[in-house]
């Protein structure tokens, strides 16, 4: 059956609306990535949705990785390769990956290690009791219970002049462990924690940790008043670093034959964990997102804007995308057009059409 083009951006809205959603995704198996030749008859498929994916105003770039290959790379609007996007809140699944490292690493025990033993002066001694059963893991998964620092209250925060004291400090909404309260403040908290325990700053962690290993370098990013690099906001990759990215989870954390995390540690960060509220479809692990896309589940760094990093097990795929971060009142159609591209692809790889 003939791939049909994106051709208007109305039409990858409707796409998207008629996605599966709300479904709980299994946790991945994973295998050594193939490195054969790609087809040619997928990559001429993949080529034709890109041609279309022109259409989408705020899209910045657009790349497919397959069983090991990188198989479609395009740029728009004037971005190039070579340049760092701030990839905004995908930033969290970065921020995940460094946690898995330093368990890895022996710096951190476990995710049930609880926050309150290294932050005792940014709790204070009038700290609601429940915040000393605050885990690494609830900060990881958004159920600290603690009130948000994002939406309305992200302008306040982070103007505070003590980001970590700030996010700490908010009052308990909802039990630790019991309910999901997307807060860019708990992946910050992740970040500082990180400083203390590495003894240097998350961007040296990340630096040789995770950079080296895959092969680049990356750009330093913000730092609160303490000089804790932003945990959750900001980072820098270019769209090939964030493949590179993907691809690690893709192949369970491996590099060739080095496993950088602990043993299960995607398949346990795959495993959805609480749901949004802001949308029925959109499960969260361990900093990731989870939704089904085109029949397959699909687990995908989100950032604000258009960022985006899904990582596909069934079909071996990675779709990376960036955009203007400058978002406008267009912002939720283009989000819709992405996730309608990101199924398109997958119906490429298999053939189908688009229905």
């Not at 909802?174 to 203390?196: D, K, Q």
């Not at 950088?260 to 900093?287: A, C, I, K, Q």
Request: aromatic share 10%; net charge positive; with cysteine.
């Amino acid at each position: 059956m003939r791939l049909v083009r994106i051709g208007l951006l109305s039409f990858a809205v409707a796409c998207a609306v008629g996605a599966s959603a709300g479904r709980a995704a299994p946790a991945p198996t994973t295998r050594p990535v193939d490195t054969g030749e790609p087809d040619p008859g997928v990559t001429a498929r993949l080529a034709e949705v890109a041609t279309g994916a022109a259409s989408l105003p705020r899209l910045r770039s657009l790349l497919v990785s397959w069983n090991g290959n990188l198989v479609l790379e395009r740029y728009f609007k004037g971005a190039r390769a070579g340049t760092p996007a701030n990839i905004k809140s995908a930033s969290k699944s970065v921020m995940s990956a460094l946690v898995g490292l330093a368990i890895r690493q022996g710096v951190l025990k476990d995710v049930s290690e609880p926050v309150a033993t290294h932050f005792r002066a940014e709790l204070g001694p009038s700290a609601d009791p429940r915040t000393r059963s605050i885990t690494v893991e609830h900060l990881l998964t958004m159920q600290t219970g603690l009130e948000s620092t994002s939406g309305r209250n992200y302008g306040a925060w982070v103007q505070s002049p003590n980001w970590v004291r700030y996010a700490l400090r908010r009052p308990l909404v909802a039990n630790p462990g019991t309910r999901m309260e997307y807060s860019t403040g708990n992946s910050h908290v992740l970040s500082a924690l990180l400083t203390r325990l590495t003894k240097q700053g998350t961007w040296q962690f990340a630096q040789q940790s995770l950079a080296k290993p895959l092969g680049f370098s990356l750009p330093r990013w913000p730092q609160d008043p303490q000089g804790i690099y932003f945990g959750g906001n900001d980072m820098l990759m270019t769209p090939r670093q964030m493949v590179r990215f993907g691809e690690l989870y893709l192949n369970g954390g491996r590099m060739g034959d080095d496993l950088l995390f602990p043993e299960g540690w995607v398949e346990r960060s795959f495993v959805p964990r609480g749901r949004s509220r802001w949308g029925n479809d959109r499960e969260y692990g361990y900093g990731w997102w989870i939704r089904e896309l085109a029949g397959h589940p699909a687990y995908y760094a989100w950032g604000y804007g258009g960022q985006f990093i899904f990582v596909v097990p069934s079909t071996r795929m990675v779709i990376v995308t960036t955009s203007d971060p400058n978002v406008s009142r267009e912002r939720r159609e283009h989000l819709h057009g992405i996730y309608a591209l990101a199924e398109q692809m997958l119906r490429a790889v298999a053939g189908e059409g688009v229905h």
